[in-house]
């Protein structure tokens, strides 16, 4: 995972948690664990896609195969990033 995706999950998830926290309400409960819920689907998305180099550079774990190579960050990882980009700016 890169720095700047990794940030911004820790954003959502410190998020998740302070709503939680000041729950006083079912719906502000459910919104908290449902921002867990999305972080937690995207950390694991992240971790299928996570760059490994067998000496000819950075490759996806998830894409790649014995046969092809997919250069990191490969679709999924840029998708990513792409959908979360400018989404912390009300930090
Ligand atoms: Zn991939």
Redesign the pocket.
């Known amino acids: 995972m890169t720095d700047d995706l990794a940030a911004r999950l820790a954003y959502y998830k410190a998020r998740g948690e302070r709503e939680l926290a000041a729950a006083h309400d079912v719906v502000t409960r459910h919104s908290g664990e449902n921002i867990l819920a999305l972080v937690g689907a995207v950390e694991a998305v992240l971790e299928?896609?996570a760059p490994l180099d067998r000496g000819a550079g950075p490759q996806?774990?998830?894409?790649a195969t014995h046969v092809t190579f997919?250069r990191?960050p490969?679709?999924?990882?840029e998708a990513i990033r792409t959908a979360l980009e400018g989404s912390t700016d009300d930090q």
């Open positions: 299928l896609h996806c774990a998830g894409c997919t990191w490969c679709k999924t990882v």
